[in-house]
Antibody
Framework: QVQLVESGGGVIQPGRSLRLSCEAS????????MHWVRQAPGKGLEWVAV????????QYADSVKDRFIISRDNAKNTLFLQMNSLRDDDTGVYHC??????????????WGQGTTVTVSS | DIQMTQSPSSLSAFVGDTVTITCRAS??????LAWYQQKPGKVPTLLIY???TLQSGVPSRFSGSGSGTDFTLTIGSLQPEDVGTYYC?????????FGGGTKVEIK
């Protein structure tokens, strides 16, 4: 079945780096634009980044630009989020998601359960 | 960047009531708008895309309307299982901004 499974979260000190992964199955991953969306504890949804199906274009929220890098390995059906210079306000649950259409600019109807990142000294 | 303003931030209504949530974009986004429902402790689910197209499997009591800058999500007859937080999201251009959310409760 269609599935996205995130991993790589944990407790990390401010200023350090962390790499999240999202393993996809049940759909043609290499034909889908992929997103990261996060949610701080008790707060709303925040879009983080998108990458085109072929990896040739990436776009970021202002809050993570120049610190986070979204990438993908289509041979391994896996999406990544490299998070550098982590700050306290990066704490939250990180979800990967995509649209069933594959188009990167569309509503997201496929979501992973999320992985929790806690930035704390 | 486009800002998405949702209102109200919370509401309480009786079972069977019609509920309306609005979302305003700071600039025109055509019909490139999605609505999501997030039940407590759960992952968001897509309700509506392209402002008014119901996602497969979503009950017909949910409907969306609007274009340009002003959008509306309507729940035609509120049910107990509709409790949760609702978000709009624009996908006209990056960053693909979410609204602040509307928490819906039952009276």
């Amino acid at each position: 079945q269609v599935q996205l499974v995130e991993s790589g979260g944990g407790v990390i000190q401010p200023g350090r780096s962390l790499r999240l992964s999202c393993e996809a199955s049940g759909f043609p991953f290499s034909r889908h634009g992929m997103h990261w969306v996060r949610q701080a504890p008790g707060k709303g949804l925040e879009w983080v980044a998108v990458i085109w199906h072929d990896g040739n274009k990436q776009q970021y929220a202002d809050s993570v630009k120049d610190r986070f890098i979204i990438s993908r390995d289509n041979a391994k059906n896996t999406l990544f989020l490299q998070m550098n210079s982590l700050r306290d306000d990066d704490t939250g649950v990180y979800h990967c998601g995509t649209s069933g259409t594959g188009w990167p600019y569309h509503g997201l109807d496929i979501w992973g359960q999320g992985t929790t990142v806690t930035v704390s000294s | 960047d486009i800002q998405m303003t949702q209102s109200p931030s919370s509401l309480s209504a009786f079972v069977g009531d019609t509920v309306t949530i609005t979302c305003r974009a700071s600039q025109g986004i055509k019909n490139f708008l999605a609505w999501y429902q997030q039940k407590p402790g759960k992952v968001p689910t897509l309700l509506i895309y392209d402002a008014s197209t119901l996602q497969s499997g979503v009950p017909s009591r949910f409907s969306g309307s609007g274009s340009g800058t002003d959008f509306t999500l309507t729940i035609g007859s509120l049910q107990p299982e509709d409790v949760g937080t609702y978000y709009c999201q624009e996908y006209n251009s990056a960053p693909l901004t979410f609204g602040g959310g509307t928490k819906v409760e039952i009276k």
